[in-house]
């Protein structure tokens, strides 16, 4: 009797690992077509339905991940953290305990460490969070040698290819000795071949496919012009799809689009059935900001700052509270701002980090240069120029202001269509900023070399790209210096 019960409890395993299945059918994949457009709460409750029909099918674990990820990524919440991060682990094990005979095995095992890894990153855990980004790229690597025709793969490969790809060329030697392989051309052509699948596989994973590759045509290809001929030419259905929706709002706002984001954001469908998420609010906030339509901006980023509960851009909805008081002659107000921007939120942004770094200067922007960027950046190029056009630099008094002066017209040229006069304020602006901790001379020497690189001057993009890289101690240097390798990546190719 004691060497039948040491057997039962030895073969306990291997007896749940047979029971355990990868079943992604119809049902898991409208679950999963409502995870992915943010209609958590709905998916939640049908997930907790087909775990009662179907306990062992590992499918709706994987999609509990999913709607954890998205859930902790948008809403950033330290109580959701402390609930759902540990969860990750545990799938995880749960996961190396199913069938092995599968291309959904590796493949999920990869999206967990992925999702893990992402999650981690949104909470400062970036240490942990290369662990198992390190551990989803093998997992996916594998995966893809086993079962080259599993599609699926090649979103998820592809995504970490162009990630590893944009490395500096120094580090690369090293990732190459860590056994990664990165290509940024290569890893969008792996995310597009997924899109454009017509196999047996080419839904599950599409929602992503389609959140992600606008993302790595802007930010590793430069390419804004097809990017946004990608989100116009497919067919999205922006007003159901929030992640989907969200992905194009953030991509117009930051490109000089504000009537468009403003016009997606206000047209998605709102029901109790998606997550409820404050950022709307901030972006709404931000397109209104950059149509100076300031009470409703106020009103938006003030709902932001007091219903979000994590801390990414609450800084910088601080600053442009602070500015919206300050350009109102409220300064009593501005100043009050402008304590909540050193107060509240992390500096893990660049855009948090340099509304610190204004907030602690204790100096106000020039007010006609604020309001020439705020209609810049909406997309409002010619009443932008229209501010600075009798304008010289010998208008303004401080060296900061000297180089944001031709920084302005240089980015209103750029947008406008003319590179010529674009270079010449860029130029000017290298020459009176780079010894600065403004980032206008770094963001000039950047778009230079975008410049360059699109008329096939690959000699000259490449030093103004290294000029860009050079320069230290400036907010946005994070994110500039990955565009700026990006770009040497690209033209050496």
Same mark, same amino acid.
């Given at each position: 009797?004691?060497?039948?019960?040491?057997?039962?409890f030895?073969?306990?395993?291997?007896?749940? @690992?047979?029971?355990?299945?990868?079943?992604?059918?119809?049902?898991?994949?409208?679950?999963?077509?409502s995870?992915?457009?943010?209609?958590?709460?709905e998916?939640?409750?049908?997930?907790?339905?087909?775990?009662?029909?179907?306990?062992?099918?590992?499918? !709706?674990?994987?999609?509990?991940?999913?709607?954890?990820?998205?859930?902790?990524?948008?809403?950033?919440?330290?109580?959701?953290?402390?609930t759902? +991060?540990p969860?990750?682990?545990?799938?995880i094990?749960?996961f190396?305990?199913?069938?092995?005979?599968?291309?959904?095995?590796?493949?999920?095992?990869g999206?967990?460490?992925?999702?893990?890894a992402?999650?981690?990153?949104?909470?400062?855990?970036?240490?942990?969070?290369?662990?198992?980004?390190?551990?989803?790229?093998?997992?996916?690597?594998?995966?893809?040698?086993?079962?080259?025709?599993?599609?699926?793969?090649?979103?998820?490969?592809?995504?970490?290819?162009?990630?590893?790809?944009?490395?500096?060329?120094?580090?690369?030697?090293?990732?190459n000795?860590?056994?990664?392989?990165?290509?940024?051309?290569?890893?969008n052509?792996?995310?597009?071949? !997924?899109?454009?699948?017509?196999?047996? !596989?080419?839904?599950?994973?599409?929602?992503?496919?389609?959140l992600?590759?606008?993302?790595?045509?802007m930010?590793?290809?430069?390419?804004?012009?097809?990017?946004?001929?990608?989100?116009?030419n497919?067919?999205?259905?922006?007003?159901?799809?929030?992640?989907?929706?969200?992905?194009?709002?953030?991509? +117009?706002?930051?490109?000089?689009?504000?009537?468009?984001?403003?016009?997606?954001?206000?047209?998605?469908?709102?029901?109790?059935?998606?997550l409820n998420?404050?950022?709307?609010?901030?972006?709404?906030?931000?397109?209104?900001?950059?149509?100076?339509?300031?009470?409703?901006?106020?009103?938006?980023?003030?709902?932001?700052?007091?219903?979000?509960?994590?801390?990414?851009?609450?800084?910088?909805?601080?600053?442009?509270?602070?500015?919206?008081? !300050?350009?109102?002659?409220?300064?009593?107000?501005?100043?009050?701002y402008?304590?909540?921007?050193?107060?509240?939120?992390?500096?893990?942004?660049?855009?948090?980090?340099?509304?610190q770094?204004?907030?602690? @200067?204790?100096?106000?922007?020039?007010?006609?240069?604020?309001?020439?960027?705020?209609?810049?950046?909406?997309?409002?190029?010619?009443?932008?120029?229209?501010?600075?056009?009798d304008k010289?630099?010998?208008?303004?008094?401080?060296?900061a202001?000297?180089?944001?002066?031709?920084?302005?017209?240089?980015?209103?040229?750029d947008?406008?269509?003319?590179?010529?006069?674009?270079?010449?304020?860029?130029? @000017?602006?290298?020459?009176?900023?780079?010894?600065?901790?403004a980032?206008f001379?770094?963001?000039?020497?950047?778009?230079?070399?975008?410049?360059?690189?699109?008329?096939?001057?690959?000699?000259?993009?490449?030093?103004? +790209?290294?000029?860009?890289?050079?320069?230290?101690?400036?907010?946005?240097?994070?994110?500039?210096?990955q565009?700026?390798?990006s770009?040497?990546?690209?033209?050496?190719?």
């Open positions: 009797m004691k060497r039948l019960l040491v057997l039962f030895f073969l306990i395993p291997f007896i749940l @690992s047979a029971q355990q299945q990868y079943n992604w059918n119809d049902k898991v994949q409208t679950i999963y077509e995870i992915t457009s943010l209609r958590i709460p998916a939640r409750k049908l997930i907790a339905i087909e775990k009662l029909k179907n306990p062992n099918n590992l499918a !709706y674990a994987l999609l509990d991940s999913y709607a954890d990820l998205y859930q902790l990524f948008f809403n950033e919440s330290t109580t959701d953290y402390n759902l +991060y969860q990750f682990e545990k799938r094990n749960l190396k305990q199913g069938p092995k005979n599968s291309p959904f095995y590796l493949y999920s095992l999206l967990l460490h992925l999702h893990k992402v999650a981690a990153v949104r909470f400062d855990r970036n240490w942990e969070a290369a662990l198992d980004f390190r551990k989803a790229y093998f997992n996916f690597k594998d995966n893809s040698k086993q079962y080259p025709n599993f599609s699926p793969n090649n979103l998820y490969f592809g995504l970490l290819t162009t990630l590893i790809g944009s490395a500096p060329t120094n580090y690369q030697w090293m990732l000795l860590l056994g990664f392989n990165g290509n940024i051309k290569k890893g052509e792996l995310v597009l071949s !997924y899109i454009n699948s017509k196999d047996a !596989y080419a839904k599950i994973c599409l929602n992503e496919a389609l992600v590759y606008p993302y790595l045509i930010n590793f290809e430069g390419n804004p012009k097809k990017t946004f001929d990608f989100i116009e497919t067919n999205y259905d922006f007003k159901k799809n929030h992640i989907h929706a969200y992905m194009a709002t953030n991509l +117009y706002l930051n490109h000089q689009n504000a009537t468009k984001a403003l016009e997606l954001a206000n047209g998605i469908e709102m029901t109790p059935a998606y998420i404050p950022f709307w609010h901030y972006e709404k906030g931000f397109a209104y900001f950059n149509q100076m339509k300031f009470d409703l901006a106020q009103k938006e980023f003030i709902y932001f700052t007091s219903q979000f509960k994590g801390n990414f851009y609450i800084k910088d909805a601080y600053e442009k509270l602070s500015w919206i008081a !300050y350009l109102q002659n409220n300064i009593k107000q501005a100043d009050f402008r304590s909540e921007v050193i107060a509240k939120g992390s500096q893990i942004t660049d855009a948090d980090k340099l509304a770094q204004n907030a602690k @200067s204790g100096v106000w922007p020039n007010a006609l240069l604020l309001k020439a960027r705020i209609l810049s950046d909406g997309g409002y190029q010619k009443q932008a120029l229209a501010i600075l056009a010289t630099t010998a208008d303004f008094n401080t060296q202001d000297k180089a944001e002066f031709p920084y302005r017209l240089g980015r209103i040229y947008i406008m269509g003319d590179p010529e006069q674009a270079i010449k304020f860029y130029k @000017s602006t290298i020459q009176k900023g780079a010894q600065l901790p980032y001379a770094s963001r000039a020497a950047l778009q230079i070399g975008l410049i360059y690189e699109a008329n096939k001057n690959f000699k000259e993009a490449i030093d103004y +790209y290294n000029i860009c890289i050079a320069m230290k101690n400036h907010a946005f240097k994070n994110s500039m210096d565009k700026a390798k770009g040497i990546l690209r033209c050496n190719r």
